[in-house]
């Protein structure tokens, strides 16, 4: 056996594997080209009936359209959410450009709905290109050989950050979760010149899509300025990483930012942050050019930066220092709290907690193992250490928002992908007390792989094995409102269903707030909110009238110019309201208790509608409802 795989199939394989480490970079465009050719085909249905799921993603196509239509590209207000004002949006044109494009594109082989569906499919799998080539590059600079082969395959494992590159996911989160992987590219790049650069400007694209990655890309610059206080040098890496950031945050600012992010504010990029990071930039680039030649003389000088940008930023923004959103106590406890992902990952479900720690687990205990392996090589230890601490620190963040997850999983990928080249090396070539180890390690591996789908069969299997009580089953009403809820949440969603709404006049609809965003995507009606934080007073309206009174009800629907209300019983946010206010409008209407100025429209569909609309009458003259219409169109 020794021969044959010495004479040949050494051979072959070695030729395989050079051709594969000199052309990295095709082969991982191949692999993409694979993947995301297999998503388009396996969730074509979605597809084809514009499954637009997340409130996000519907908002963000009915943006690209407008901007089609002839709305400016610094206009982000969306007005066909609470008009006449319309919703203060605080998102990027940067992100619309792609999606954009593919639609214009496709137009000219198809019709238009086909040509959106074709655009909202291929988009959000764009950036998993960069995020490929991102990870195979890391575990090249990390681990040599082919280990990037695992690396670029390993995305398909961490199910929660392979969720935002699915078709339809149309919405900022996978080009952020790219350009921070391209950030960590460029913290580890061996040219130090062309990595600086790299983490500056992949740092300041993500700040001018979303404030969402912030907190990493402090994280960055702060290991890029420990690095610079340790080691001699590495000036060479943080002065393009100071100009790159600076200039790059600034030249975006001017291109990019709304009318609305000109102002102070806290949650996008806006001179707050530019002046911020520009402070912080070019207190880097000044530190480069001091004549310090030792890590003490550089430390005192850091801190004294450092102190001095934070005060700046205390001094004249404090409020951005506590909390980008800026949101009331009473939205705080009525509408945030009630988001799962914005809830720690100790509030979470076993069931979501274990299969989504399985990947950066492992990871950190590759990258503990790494760091110690290479302990003697300063430079592969400030990369492995760099790996270390930017899985580490996102792992920390589980633990304030479940929404920290992708990111996690994705920082893990390349000390997971050196692990499991590793334990696979040591199974095929290693000596057999080696080969044990390596064996168990895939196991290990295949089992982390494969943890959202074994971990209710393993759960099972250790009650069976230990003699533990399972755990007893849902009563039958809990059972049965469940599987009310998870049936609304899905027929409620659906185009057709809504497509029916537009037998009526374009008019104000009042409903739900994560129906909003979904209703104006689909039809040609106005809604008065969407889940976002700066249309913060139209969502408490929304909530004030579901818990309030029914006359309550009616005001606060006419101060909005609402003409009709729809409702979708047993959807998941309408729970809240008769949870939290069973005496209520919304928990009274739905025992049945329909006041008198609510009529029951009743619209041609061929099938059991998951809807209610009601025409709402007001105790004002017709003249003047009418006018107020007016106004809000």
């Known amino acids: 056996m020794t021969s044959l795989w010495h004479d040949r199939i050494r051979p072959h394989v070695t030729r395989v594997s050079a051709y594969a480490d000199e052309n990295w970079k095709w082969l991982t465009f191949l692999a993409w080209v694979g993947i995301a050719a297999f998503y388009i085909v396996a969730r074509w249905q979605q597809v084809h009936w514009m499954v637009l799921s997340d409130t996000d993603d519907n908002i963000r196509y009915v943006q690209v359209k407008d901007w089609l239509a002839g709305q ?66 890391i575990v090249r600079r990390l681990a ?14 961490a199910q929660m950050g392979l969720s935002m590159y699915m078709p339809m996911r149309i919405d900022h989160h996978g080009w952020q979760l790219a350009l921070t992987v391209a950030m960590l590219a460029g913290m580890v790049d061996r040219n130090w010149l062309r990595g600086g650069i790299v983490a500056g400007l992949s740092s300041a694209l993500s700040i001018a899509i979303g404030m969402e990655m912030i907190v990493y890309l402090a994280a960055a610059g702060a290991i ?3 690095r610079w206080v340790f080691k001699d040098g590495a000036a060479r890496r943080m002065r393009p990483y100071a100009l790159s950031l600076g200039g790059g945050t600034g030249l975006l600012f001017v291109t990019t930012a709304s009318y609305a992010n000109r102002a102070p504010v806290c949650d996008a990029l806006s001179p707050v942050w530019v002046a911020i990071l520009g402070a912080a930039s070019g207190g880097m680039l000044l530190l480069t050019l001091l004549p310090l030649k030792s890590w003490p003389q550089r430390l005192a ?14 001094v004249n923004w404090p409020q951005c220092l506590s909390g980008a959103y800026q949101l009331s106590p009473e939205l705080q406890k009525l509408w945030l709290a009630n988001i799962r ?17 399985a990947l950066p687990v492992t990871a950190v205990i590759g990258a503990l193992i790494a760091c110690w392996q290479v302990r003697r090589d300063t430079e592969a230890l400030w990369a492995w250490a760099t790996v270390t601490l930017m899985t580490l620190f996102a792992v920390a963040l589980l633990f304030w928002q479940l ?66 009580k399972p755990a007893p089953p849902p009563r039958p009403f809990i059972a049965k409102r469940t599987a009310a809820i998870r049936k609304a949440n899905g027929q409620c969603r659906s185009a057709p269903a809504l497509k029916v709404l537009d037998q009526l006049p374009s008019s104000t609809i009042f409903t739900l707030v994560d129906l909003g965003p979904r209703l104006i995507a689909t039809t040609h009606h106005r809604a008065i909110a969407g889940p976002y934080h700066r249309n913060g ?3 408490l309206a929304i909530h004030h009238a579901m818990d309030g009174p029914p006359e309550g009800f009616r005001a606060i629907a006419a101060r909005h110019f609402a003409r009709y209300l729809l409702v979708c019983p047993n ?12 005496r209520g409008f919304y928990a009274q209407l739905m025992r049945g208790k329909v006041p008198a100025w609510l009529t029951l429209v009743n619209l041609n569909v061929g099938y059991t509608w998951p809807y209610r609309i009601y025409r709402i009458d007001y105790a004002a003259p017709d003249d003047l409802a009418t006018g107020s219409e007016k106004a809000a169109q």
Request: glycine content about 8%; proline content about 8%; hydrophobic content about 60%.
């Open 72 to 137: 400016g590209w610094f206009d982000l207000s969306q007005h066909r959410l609470d008009p006449p004002v319309g919703a203060n949006i605080h998102w990027s044109r940067l992100v619309d450009l792609p999606i954009a494009g593919l639609m214009l594109f496709f137009r000219f082989f198809t019709d238009t709905g086909t040509a959106d569906r074709l655009a909202c499919a291929i988009a959000p799998l764009l950036p998993l290109l960069p995020m490929m080539l991102g990870l195979a590059f």
């Open 144 to 157: 040599g050989g082919n280990a990037w082969i695992v690396a670029i395959l390993a995305p398909l494992a």
């Open 224 to 226: 890029v300025a420990l």
């Open 301 to 314: 000088a850091g801190a004294l930066v450092g102190l001095a940008v934070g005060l700046f930023a205390w």
């Open 341 to 357: 992902e914005a809830k720690p990952i100790t509030a979470q479900a076993r069931s979501v907690v274990i299969p989504l720690l």
């Open 403 to 468: 929404r920290a997850g992708p990111a996690a999983q994705f920082l893990a990928i390349p000390a997971a992908a050196w692990a499991t080249w590793t334990a696979g090396r040591a199974l095929v070539l290693g000596r057999p007390v080696w080969r044990l180890v390596g064996g168990v390690a895939i196991l290990l591996v295949v089992a982390v792989l494969f943890s959202y789908q074994l971990y209710p069969k393993a759960n099972r299997l250790i009650a069976d094995i230990t003699g533990a």
């Open 537 to 539: 007073d139209a969502i």
């Open 571 to 582: 959807f998941p946010e309408a729970t809240v309201y008769q949870a939290r206010s069973p």
